[in-house]
DNA sequence: GATAGACCTTCCCGTCATGGGAGGGTCAAG
DNA sequence: CTTGACCCTCCCATGACGGGAAGGTCTATC
């Protein structure tokens, strides 16, 4: 199987399996003569892993030590599930985050008349600045909006 | 009023102010014989106006929008609504997603024994591949969760 | 007036996971 | 033997910054 068989079987583009070459996040396929990517049942499997892992927001990082725990029999599944409670944790927090946004909004956009005059209480309160609660710093809370 | 004034009286960092200078955001600030950025109130309530948008969420070319709005008096506020709407709908969408992931992952997490033993049902949730349903394409839903 | 150190300037690189595309080699079918 | 669909590597871009280098400026103290 080359790349494209590889993509076709797992479902992740020939661009994000090299890139997870690169990276190291897979072992490098074998080459043929004419130096193409060799692919078997045990790389695609891997890369399903990976994609449904990414599919529920593990980065990288984490997919990196969830795939060898994964290739690894003995591993003990509290580490699993060390790494599954920390992503789900970072996760609830963003949503948190961006629930607190989603509320302010809400409440501002039920307040603006949102017709032709100018007066508007989102423009307001953005002029005002208000200050959002100062849990984790704005800075962090700003950044992980993205 | 120096960068660093500035950055002091907004609250914003001297990187993203003259970032946001490189892209346009907010008028030059005139400059000194000496070639340091010149900033007066005018200039501070932007930036506070833009630190508070982003504290919102909003990405930079929302707020392109929303600042020329602010600057024009006689906008009608339909307008500041629809982008306030707009953004407020991607929110709650990622919001959604992010949701979906967490409780997959609580239900896996919950199910596991966390012990010394290698059986595992979230390394086994992964090696399945179960498909997220495919609501927007799983890419995109991917994409969303950094 | 000299020197220190706290500022300012521009410029370039790195982030993270990925897409786009250039420039060139390979393979299978017609 | 050509065509077109692959493959390869390498570089650039994304968004919203942070870090840091190399060099100019200001201010306080000696």
């Not at 990082?61 to 003990?76: A, G």
């Not at 599954?84 to 963003?94: G, S, V």
């Not at 909004?105 to 307001?124: N, T, V």
Request: glycine share 4%; with cysteine; aromatic share 4%.
């Amino acid at each position: 199987m080359n790349i494209g068989q590889a993509s076709k079987a797992s479902g992740v583009t020939t661009k994000m399996i090299r890139y997870y070459h690169e990276i190291g996040l897979v072992q490098p396929a074998s080459r043929s003569d004419s130096n193409y990517r060799e692919y078997d049942e045990r790389q695609i499997n891997e890369l399903r892993f990976i994609k449904r892992a990414r599919s529920l927001g593990f980065s990288m990082e984490e997919i990196t030590q969830l795939l060898s725990l994964w290739r690894d029999r003995s591993r003990p599944s509290r580490e699993v599930k060390a790494i599954a409670d920390r992503h789900l944790a970072h996760l609830n927090a963003r949503i948190a985050e961006m629930q607190a946004m989603a509320d302010t909004l809400q409440h501002l956009s039920l307040c603006c008349a949102g017709d032709e005059r100018p007066d508007c209480p989102i423009l307001a309160d953005l002029t005002s600045g208000t200050e959002p609660t100062e849990r984790a710093g704005r800075q962090t809370l700003v950044q992980r909006a993205r």
